[in-house]
């Protein structure tokens, strides 16, 4: 007769914060948050305004996000708001001012 001992082992994880704020690899500014959007994540200074919107990826943190933002930077994909003088179309993102259809 087999008396089945059930043992639960209960595992206690401290909950660490994870980093979600980094330094900006442009301004150099700690300023960089990495913000959940709708379609993915968002990778933004709050110093220069240096952005990129991320596919969500599944498994990845922000600080992967951050990661892959700075590859980008570095290989110069990513410019600051008052270097991008090519106008770059945001897809489904359309912000529009001073048109008030009322
Ligand atoms: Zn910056």
């Known amino acids: 007769m087999g008396r ?5 082992k209960v595992i206690l994880r401290p ?12 301004c150099g500014a700690q300023l ?3 913000k959940k959007v709708e379609n993915g994540y968002l990778v933004i200074c709050g110093s220069c ?6 596919e969500e990826r599944p498994g990845w943190m922000p600080v ?3 990661n892959a ?5 570095l290989e110069g994909k990513v410019a600051p ?3 991008q003088d090519a ?3 945001a897809e489904g993102e359309e912000e529009r001012g001073g048109d008030e259809a009322v």
């Open 4 to 8: 089945r001992k059930r043992k639960r």
């Open 64 to 66: 992967d996000y951050y």
């Open 32 to 34: 960089v948050t990495v």
């Open 81 to 83: 708001p008052q270097r």
């Open 87 to 89: 106008p770059q179309t």
């Open 15 to 26: 909950r660490k914060t994870l980093p979600k704020i980094f330094t900006c690899p442009h």
């Open 49 to 54: 305004g240096i952005r990129h919107e991320f």
């Open 69 to 73: 933002f700075v590859d980008l930077y």
